[in-house]
């Protein structure tokens, strides 16, 4: 079988009449070619026929008083017809032919190299309102437009290329030099008073010392100067040092008389959703949180492809657990601890350094709420550098 008779199809039958002979050359005159013939018996024999010969034949053998069998349909017409019967093959094959022609021209994954210090979040972001993202054409991706949008969105790019790889987008960027560092032996400054205070030691290992052990300061006030006096010239330069001092920090905090506390549990409630890129779609109705006492835990499962590539789709599963909250009154003495215990740490996160040497505090309930007043005697570092204008002597003689 030849593949034109394949392509057009054709019919395996097993013929039975009484004059063989006279039915094949009946067959002949009427154009039938008959191929592999073979005998089964006197009267009964197997031959094949194209497809469009089989009206003709059945119509001969049916005159002679025979019979004809079809046993098997054979060539490529036949397993295409049959496909006809399998809707969903037929539309899977379309969906994998048209993917194969359309995907290859797309970017369905993006990724950032040569970055540190802009983000690849950042980056990313600004890479998808300029057109780079999910679905875009390779080719206008590359293109110049896209780059000169993407270095206006970050202005700490110096210069931004697009290279694709099948469906992968690599962006790879060169940020801006960064300024360079000012040279801290170069520069003037002082040291200030953070903070009104008693001053306890004063050790300057720059500069000249402008207050002393014992004495009080005002917040501004020059501690260690970046002039020093020679005699004869002034030299500038940066004062160093540490100042420790004896200062004052007052610090409120309030807090409910009352607290929720879960006790039974009543039930989980479940929120299936699909996130297609930004897009979130609900996949349960009416599944969203009812009230304020349900607690969350929310899960993504995203479809992850062979070598860790990542597509914009995920699952979503939002759990919400419903408990039921009794109201417990809050002691005075357990009010005070907490409030006491919060106060002392906002007040140290306060200091550069230091400790709380000693504290008081007054606690009181009013209009359900306890409020809580201290006052922290420190003992902390004040001295803060502030940079002097080129000219200042800060008191020193010229």
């Not at 694709?164 to 690599?170: S, W």
């Not at 004896?246 to 506390?261: G, I, K």
Request: with cysteine; net charge neutral.
């Amino acid at each position: 079988m030849n593949l034109w008779n394949s392509m057009a199809g054709m019919l395996e039958l097993e013929l039975t009449c009484a004059e063989p002979e006279q039915t094949w050359m009946a067959m002949a005159e009427q154009g039938v070619e008959l191929f592999d013939t073979k005998p089964i018996s006197y009267l009964t024999c197997r031959v094949r026929i194209r497809r469009k010969d089989y009206r003709k034949v059945a119509s001969i053998v049916e005159k002679r008083g025979g019979s004809s069998i079809i046993t098997r349909h054979l060539g490529w017409f036949w397993r295409g017809k049959a496909l006809l019967h399998r809707p969903v093959l037929i539309l899977g094959g379309a969906v994998l032919l048209a993917a194969a022609v359309y995907l290859p021209s797309r970017v369905l994954f993006v990724q950032v190299d040569g970055n540190h210090i802009v983000s690849k979040t950042e980056i990313l972001d600004a890479a998808e309102a300029c057109g780079i993202s999910f679905g875009a054409s390779r080719r206008e991706v590359r293109s110049e437009k896209v780059k000169n949008a993407l270095l206006d969105k970050l202005p700490q790019l110096q210069w931004a290329g697009i290279n694709t790889a099948g469906c992968v987008a690599t962006i790879s960027v060169r940020e801006r030099a960064l300024s360079p560092e000012v040279d801290l032996e170069h520069i003037v400054s002082s040291l200030v008073a953070a903070r009104d205070g008693y001053i306890l030691s004063i050790t300057a290992t720059g500069g000249t010392p402008q207050v002393r052990a014992g004495q009080s300061v005002t917040e501004g006030q020059t501690l260690i100067s970046g002039y020093t006096d020679c005699g004869n010239r002034i030299v500038a330069g940066r004062a160093t040092g540490e100042i420790y001092a004896q200062t004052q920090r007052n610090f409120s905090a309030v807090t409910p008389d009352y607290r929720m506390e879960k006790s039974a549990l009543q039930k989980n409630m479940y929120q299936i959703g699909l996130r297609i890129g930004k897009k979130y779609i609900k996949l349960w109705k009416d599944s969203g949180i009812s009230h304020d006492t349900c607690g969350r835990m929310y899960s993504e499962y995203c479809v992850t492809l062979p070598g860790g590539f990542q597509l914009p789709v995920a699952l979503c599963v939002d759990v919400y657990t419903d408990c039921d909250f009794t109201t417990q009154n809050t002691a005075p003495g357990e009010a005070a601890s907490a409030l006491r215990r919060f106060s002392q740490a906002c007040v140290l996160d306060q200091m550069i350094a230091g400790e709380i040497t000693q504290s008081q505090g007054d606690i009181t309930q009013e209009n359900g709420v306890y409020h809580y007043a201290g006052s922290y005697i420190c003992t902390e570092m004040i001295g803060r550098e502030k940079q002097e204008q080129i000219g200042d002597t800060d008191g020193e003689g010229n």
